[in-house]
């Protein structure tokens, strides 16, 4: 006896969302793999969206807030992971604004500040290049990498920076 299509796709669904928010697009991408045809699929997308169940913004706006708290990550990296989980880039902007320039550069440098004991012995020009790095990874444009990175090493006593070439800012 087949499964009622409707049936799966609401039990798929459901699954997905207990324990974490998640966006129309990768419950539709989990509903595709169960092999729901589209019409099914869509028509409860859209109920799950019409009652509140399923809200990108929503989810776009918590992602952001959670991964540049825990993680650090500059809104070039969230914007980046909002994309590849079908967030639109209307709804990731609006979600974006919510991280500013003094949020951005204080995260830089706790980052870099976590990361200073393993650059202490290094010859200043090693160490800028690795915690820039390590910022820029983490999305972080050049000018406010290398901003922050100097105002670290300039602030911790084993490191002599008076050989440091000033980088350009972006």
């Known amino acids: ?23 129309r697009r990768e419950l539709a991408d989990k509903l595709a793999k169960r092999e729901v045809p589209d019409d099914v699929a ?23 807030e959670s991964r540049h708290r825990s ?12 994309r590849r989980k079908g967030v639109d880039d209307e709804e990731a902007k609006a979600a974006l604004e919510q991280i500013d320039e003094d949020d951005q550069r204080a995260a830089a440098r706790a ?37 922050v990175v100097r105002e670290a090493l300039a602030e911790d ?3 002599d920076v008076s050989d440091l070439v000033d980088q350009p800012e972006d």
């Open 42 to 64: 869509t028509e409860l997308l859209d109920r799950f969206t019409d009652v509140g169940l399923i809200d990108d913004a929503a989810f776009a706006s918590a992602w952001v």
């Open 111 to 147: 980052l870099v500040d976590r990361k200073m004991r393993s650059v202490r012995g290094l010859e200043p020009q090693v160490a800028t290049r690795r915690l820039a790095g390590m910022l820029a990874r983490k999305g972080y444009g050049a000018g406010l990498a290398f901003s």
């Open 1 to 23: 006896m087949e499964a009622d299509p409707e049936g799966v796709a609401r039990a798929v669904l459901l699954d997905a969302l207990t324990g974490q928010a998640r966006t």
């Open 71 to 82: 993680r650090g990550l500059a809104p070039r990296a969230l914007a980046q992971e909002l």
């Open 157 to 159: 006593d084993e490191v």
